[in-house]
């Protein structure tokens, strides 16, 4: 990926509201995304909590990852 990616001003593990403003969607789409677990996350109480990575994948689902 680039250099300037838009995600490197985001941690490691983001937030919903994250999920927003890269996403450029609303609240209930994000948590819609979330509960359907088309973005893989992980939930602590009330909260979700995304890996950076999870959203990566979504985000290019037909990218390599170099792994085999």
Known sequence: MMSD???NNYDEVLIPKDLESILHVGRSTVYRLLGEGT???I???????IPKMS????MYPNATTGKE
């Open 5 to 7: 990616n838009i995600l």
């Open 39 to 41: 973005i893989k996350s």
């Open 43 to 49: 939930k602590i109480g009330n909260s979700y909590r």
């Open 55 to 58: 959203l990566v994948e979504f």
